[in-house]
């Protein structure tokens, strides 16, 4: 499989329409003309340039507070499904529109941005690894829900020509393969986060007047190159905060994105001082309304089945800090 079919899949499964008025308000719940996307899985038989024909897979799933989509693409390969890319769909709640992050095995990440008109949504990539500018349109069938056809168009020069065209269907979720397996090389530069994979863990207030349990899942997705954290309020099970951290093959360093429910989207740096059992990740959070700070998140080891998790913000590098939340217990259950 060479990196542009698996591309091409990418675009034809990821993302179809949206309601123009539902999505460019730029109000919270901005994604809710997606609504019908999330749930079951969305299956696609493109014919790639060459004239080859592929099967492809897409999960769709609610990110925190409606305000994000996490979609995982799956390619069918010697009888199962194999992941290809990780995205976030969200709102971005400074540049009031849709952007896109996608994640490759290799450790790219690909952004793009979206548009949305007479239901049809438009999403543009700058050339990035090697490949050209990228249009992806699509557009929901007008009586079928469960059914739209997407398009893919690489701009060369000055010129837009149409690639791939292709339907995706939507039937309830099957068996999409064993989980992802860490390589030796993720795993060494996730070390020793990545093991918050191989249980489930317990949020509990240090001070029990502060807020409700959470749980918080750990998954090594897109075969083990990627760490995702999402955290659960144990009465709803709604996910609150969601985050993703991977190796960035440019700054040769990890990096973090996190969405929260409220519709704040920060990105930074992620370290690990394993000697000194400490993990923190620093970045700016974006929040709605325009409001800009600087937010750090520590998880402490005090032992293999306990941690401490604080968080704090401050307005700027020479603000002090404030807490933000927590100090949280994280204790480890049973999967």
């Known amino acids: 499989m060479t990196r542009l079919s698996i591309v091409l899949v990418l675009s034809l499964v990821g ?3 949206a309601r123009a008025e539902e999505v460019s308000t730029g109000i919270p719940r901005a994604l809710d003309g997606l609504a019908w996307l999330v749930g079951g899985q969305w299956n696609s038989t493109p014919v790639l340039p060459g004239g080859r024909r592929i099967e492809a897979r897409l999960v769709a799933e609610w990110g925190p507070g409606r305000m994000s989509i996490r979609m995982r693409t799956f390619m069918r390969s010697g009888g199962r499904d194999v992941q ?56 929901p069938g007008a009586e079928d829900p469960n059914r739209y056809v997407g398009k893919i168009f690489f701009r060369r020069g000055e010129e837009w020509t149409e690639v791939v065209s292709a339907v995706s269907t939507r039937t309830k979720i099957g068996s999409l393969g064993p989980p992802a397996e860490v390589s030796e090389k993720a795993r060494s530069r996730l070390e020793p986060v990545v093991r918050l994979t191989e249980s489930m863990w317990t949020l509990r207030p240090a001070r029990e007047e502060a807020a ?8 090594a997705s897109l075969r083990g190159t990627l760490l995702v954290l999402t955290r659960r309020p144990a009465l709803t099970r709604r996910p609150d905060v969601l985050s993703v951290t991977w190796w960035d093959a440019g700054r040769k360093a990890l990096r973090s994105i996190r969405c ?15 000697e000194e059992g400490r993990w923190t990740r620093r970045s700016t959070l974006l929040e709605v309304g325009e409001k800009t ?20 913000v401050r307005a700027d590098a020479d603000a002090e800090w404030a807490p933000r939340s927590g100090p949280w217990l994280v204790v480890r259950r049973e999967k």
């Not at 409700?212 to 998954?219: G, R």
């Not at 989207?265 to 394993?274: H, S």
């Open 15 to 17: 993302l179809p329409a």
């Open 84 to 139: 290809t890319y990780e995205s976030l769909l969200l709102w971005h709640p400074h540049r009031r529109r849709i952007e896109t992050v996608t994640f490759a095995p290799g450790g790219a990440v690909h952004r793009g941005t979206g548009s949305v008109d007479h239901r049809a949504l438009t999403l543009e990539q700058s050339a990035s690894g090697g490949f050209p500018p990228m249009r992806q349109v699509f557009a």
């Open 212 to 219: 409700e349990d959470c749980v918080l899942v750990a998954e």
């Open 260 to 274: 929260d429910a409220a519709g704040g989207v920060a990105e930074g740096a992620f370290t690990i001082d394993a």
């Open 293 to 312: 700070c600087e937010l750090e998140e520590v998880f402490l080891r005090a032992s293999p089945d306990r941690f401490e998790l604080r968080e704090r």
